[in-house]
């Protein structure tokens, strides 16, 4: 490396770790190095993809795609009064959108940028409106706290001696497109997404509190999370956005009921 160059690392390494982003609601300072509004745009890229795909049975029209919409989008305009009264609002620019896929696995997630699919599998797990809320709202917290971005950027700083030229890839389309097909599976490969457990912890507190707000009860969510668990003990094992990185049902069960009560004083009947 020439001797100018390795000063204009230097300098970028510099930059690169005073850049953070702050959580809503929890307040939490997270490390952010990729552009959250490129990544937003191949996230949107590969959800039209992976719709458009023949592998893809998107359900339309049942009771049960409606009332996927339906509670998708009481917590997305809860969510989205939520961060614009909080002075939030100028950094979220969601184009929210809500399928139902049919597919067995147990999973439900959402893209950066609020691109949500639930699978029919976890259906029997919702069981009913509120159980279906706990999941979403807990699929769009990670969204809203932009946890992909926050793993990409652990994932920049892990590979140490490279940082400064993973970063000036980080921002390049095909990279960050690359990233979330192998997240969200286009081709068959399907759920390899995982957040860290202290994101998961996040996102279990922030969903329980916008299912509050969406008018959903959230102590609706311990029977959920209850089924959860029992299904995964029957099932012999769940994706890995509802199992590896979780903490144990019973702890996790435990922390609920204890957030249970912030989350109440934002519950509009
Ligand atoms: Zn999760």
Redesign the pocket.
């Known amino acids: 490396m020439k001797p100018f160059m390795k000063h204009i690392c230097g300098l970028l390494i510099v930059g690169i770790i005073a850049s953070c982003a702050t959580v809503p609601l929890t307040g939490r300072k997270q490390l952010s190095l990729v552009n959250e509004s490129e990544i937003q745009q191949q996230a949107a890229l590969v959800y039209k993809d992976l719709l458009g795909d023949s592998k893809t049975k998107v359900i339309k029209g049942t009771s049960q795609a409606q009332l996927v919409q339906k509670v998708g989008k009481n917590i997305a305009s809860a969510v989205t009064r939520f961060l614009q009264e909080n002075g939030y609002g100028n950094q979220y620019d969601f184009q929210w959108e809500f399928n139902l896929i049919q597919e067995d696995q147990i999973n439900a997630w959402c893209m950066p940028g609020g691109k949500v699919a639930v699978y029919t599998g976890i259906l029997p797990i919702t069981k009913n409106e509120a159980g279906l809320a706990t999941v979403m709202g807990?699929?769009v917290a990670?969204a809203i706290a932009k946890h992909s971005a926050e793993r990409m950027s652990q994932s920049i700083i892990a590979q140490a001696g490279g940082v400064a030229v993973d970063v000036a890839t980080a921002e390049k389309s095909n990279t960050t497109r690359a990233v979330l097909n192998t997240a969200y599976g286009l081709g068959g490969q399907l759920a390899l997404l995982s957040?860290s457990r202290n994101q998961?912890s996040e996102?279990d507190r922030l969903g329980l509190v916008f299912m509050a707000m969406a008018g959903y009860n959230p102590n609706e969510a311990v029977g959920f999370w209850e089924r959860m668990a029992q299904a995964k003990q029957s099932q012999g094992g769940a994706p890995p956005?509802f199992l590896s990185t979780h903490p144990s049902d019973a702890r996790r069960i435990n922390n609920i009921q204890k957030l249970i009560p912030e989350a109440m004083g934002y519950y509009k009947k």
């Open positions: 807990h699929e990670h957040y998961e996102a956005e």
